[in-house]
């Protein structure tokens, strides 16, 4: 017969057992940066930014940008969400920094755990201690990518304090442009994480004005150092050379020192492009450049330009060998024997203010576009399943333009819903050059209204169009190859709305599973969600696990 005191005994056996576990739970989470495993292979990770949402982040009335001298305009709302970004319609550059978390999920879905990266509004993180922050609303920050060894993660941010306007478009500390009209300046920074959730960060003065989209880690045979991707500047023309020199495809050397302790120089290119290759006019010197996507494959550095008013938006490689590229010619294919890149692009700086970076060491890649301007191509992230098969994500042509609904016709963002080269493009290498094979949107729902929680209903009444985002295309994405024959790519979305700013839309983690071997698109494919950006959060970056174990590349 089971007594009184035996009972007693059981629950206290039972309790200290709870109390154990937890306090196991404790140790693995608190050292989770020393030698415990927090990653683990097979797994996603995505980028996730959090906005602070405190009223008081900024005030109606203050003077945009900050400590501006002329030209200066004056906040139209408080730092309420989402109602904040309502700024962006004054000021141009506006931007809030905000917190960084990396979720690990399974492919299938299911949250495995998330860590935030240090930033100033942790306990014991002052502002001697290593950080990194990202700018709420510049969609094309926080890129994952994966070392060629496959064992760290990297990716971009600034030094910078939680909570502080205007940082994306600041100049760097060495690069200063004096008609910048943001009159600050913060560090850009690369992060590394290792599968235990151990960071580094890496501190450079490139992209001053303007922001780092992505950075891979070259570890292979000694090189230590990172390829970046981004952009530059945010004021007048002629541009400073430092800014030149800092847009565009960099290299970085890799920093074990804390960040307090670093003092980087000028920025160091690696490559440069000029669409005088594709023989069209000279433009804004240093903005052909304006990197968004960066991959590499078979050692090979692949570079997409998706947006801004000046060069060719379409798909690079960089041509180390100096056998395909040059100043007279602007397409082509990689060479056999290329290598990746260990050092700077040797340009001539007697040069920088006439024609830019020269000599130009990049191309198109052969079959992709070659337009000025374009206002259908928008590629960003970039993923080749093998040798013969790439997939190019169109994050789509921003347009809101908005029609309610009527009788059984729904409301809709109508130039977003009638895009055909928005989404996951598939590109087939053929004949010697690469073809446009299809473009996968079934089950992205393309400019349909969906709903967010706890977020505004309505519309905007300063842009007039509604609170509520649609998917507008894809930015960075990651795919598997299959032992079936078939490959998952996943997708970070892009959206349109009536925000003030629709970089701060939260948007979603989409995935698809396709046919390698079909040339023509398939009629069951289709996209389905894994991840929702929630009120106050917008996802940015997608890659497999650290620690792998498999080279990436």
């Known amino acids: 017969m089971t007594t009184v005191f035996t009972k007693r005994v059981r629950a206290l056996a039972v309790m200290l057992a709870i109390i154990s576990f937890i306090a196991l739970l404790s140790v693995f ?5 020393n030698g415990s495993a927090y990653f683990y292979p097979g797994n996603l990770v995505v980028s996730r930014s959090v906005y602070d949402n405190n009223p008081n982040n900024i005030q109606v009335g203050t003077i945009l940008p900050p400590n501006c001298t002329t030209g200066c305009a004056t906040a139209v709302a408080d730092g309420s969400y989402p109602f904040v970004w309502n700024n962006d319609t004054a000021d141009a550059s506006f931007g809030i920094t905000s917190k960084i978390f990396l979720d690990q999920i399974t492919p299938a879905g299911a949250v495995v755990n998330s860590l935030e990266v240090p930033n100033s509004s942790q306990n014991g993180v002052p ?6 922050v990202s700018s709420f609303s510049s969609k094309s920050e926080m890129a994952l990518n994966l070392s060629t060894d496959g064992q760290y993660l990297s990716f971009m941010g600034y030094l910078a304090p939680i909570d502080a306007i205007d940082v994306s478009n600041s100049n760097t500390p060495a690069v200063f442009d004096a008609s910048n009209p943001v009159p600050l300046n913060y560090y850009r920074a690369v992060a590394q994480v290792d599968q235990h959730g151990k960071f580094h960060f890496t501190k450079t003065n490139a992209y001053s004005g303007n922001n780092g989209r992505a950075a891979i880690l070259n570890n292979s045979f000694g090189a230590n150092v990172f ?3 981004g952009n530059a500047g945010n004021g007048g023309n002629p541009q400073p050379d430092g800014i030149i020199i800092g847009a565009g495809a960099q290299i970085l050397s890799q920093e074990v020192k804390a960040e307090v302790a670093q003092n980087p120089g000028i920025p160091t290119p690696v490559a440069s492009f000029s669409i005088t290759q594709l023989g069209d006019a000279l433009d804004k010197v240093g903005k052909d450049t304006n990197f968004r996507g960066l991959t590499i494959f078979d ?31 602007g397409v082509g294919l990689p060479a056999a024997n290329a290598t990746l890149p260990v050092s700077g692009l040797p340009y001539s700086p007697a040069l920088l203010q006439s024609v830019g970076l020269d000599p130009n060491n990049m191309c198109i890649l052969k079959g992709f576009p070659t337009a000025l301007k374009s206002k259908t191509s928008f590629p960003f992230g970039i993923w080749f399943a093998n040798a013969t098969t790439l997939y190019v994500a169109d994050e789509g042509n921003g347009d809101n333009t908005f029609t309610p609904a009527s009788g059984a ?23 010697g050059t690469w073809k446009l094979a299809y ?33 507008d295309g894809l930015r960075n994405i990651s795919g598997r190859v299959n032992g079936d024959g078939t490959v998952t790519v996943w997708a970070i979305t892009s959206t349109v709305s009536g925000n003030g700013d629709q970089g701060a839309d939260p948007n979603k983690l989409e995935a698809i599973t396709d046919d390698l071997s079909a040339t023509t698109l398939p009629a069951t494919e289709s996209f389905y969600t894994l991840q929702a950006a929630g009120y106050g959060e917008v996802l940015r970056g997608v890659s497999s696990t650290p620690g792998t174990g498999v080279k990436a590349y």
């Open 29 to 33: 989470s608190a050292s989770a940066q």
């Open 127 to 132: 502002s001697t201690k290593d950080q990194l």
């Open 227 to 229: 390829y970046l991707a």
């Open 299 to 329: 050692n090979v550095l692949y570079y997409t330009k998706g947006s801004g008013g000046n060069g060719v938006k379409t798909v690079y490689f960089v041509d180390t060998t100096g056998t395909v590229c040059n100043d007279a010619n």
């Open 409 to 431: 016709t729904p409301a809709k963002y109508t130039k977003a819903a009638g895009q055909k080269t928005a989404g996951l493009q598939k590109w087939v290498f053929s004949s």
């Open 439 to 471: 473009t996968l949107q079934a089950g992205l729902d393309l400019g349909v209204p969906y709903t967010v929680a706890n977020y505004p209903t309505g519309n905007n009444p300063v842009t007039g169009l509604p609170w509520a985002p649609a998917t």
